[in-house]
């Protein structure tokens, strides 16, 4: 049988999820990024937001993991409606986190990071699109 579109997308919001849980955890451990994240204050975060970023990075590995288990490569036989409230948050999330990237005053966020979150927002959205019967 073949896959369906819907569960293409959430294959592709976990592995959205995982590329930023690695670009969250690359900021934790005190990359040259943060001008791209985090409302841009400086190259390198200080203390408080890399913390923040490690528990980012924790956070979309578990989305990564639900997002799994929306595309059905997981846990087949687990409830589904937790799984689809939750790809239904993270698609809210990602849409307003959206909104706050393109908002920013760094062009790096506002159009890097606006466009990347704009994309994943996409994925988790299709990833609802219900199954043909």
Known sequence: MRPAFRQWAARGAALFCIGFA????????????GQIAWGGS??????????T?????????????IMEVRAGDWGRELPRAPFLIFNIFLAAQLA??????LATQTAGERYGMGAASAVGCVLSLWAL????R
């Open 96 to 101: 307003l986190n959206t909104l706050a990237n």
């Open 53 to 65: 970023s490690a528990g980012a990075a924790v956070y979309l590995l578990i989305a990564a993991a």
């Open 42 to 51: 400086s190259p390198v975060l200080p203390a408080a937001l890399r913390w």
């Open 129 to 132: 699109k219900p199954a043909r």
């Open 22 to 33: 690695l670009f969250q955890a690359a900021l934790a451990l005190g990359a040259p990024y």
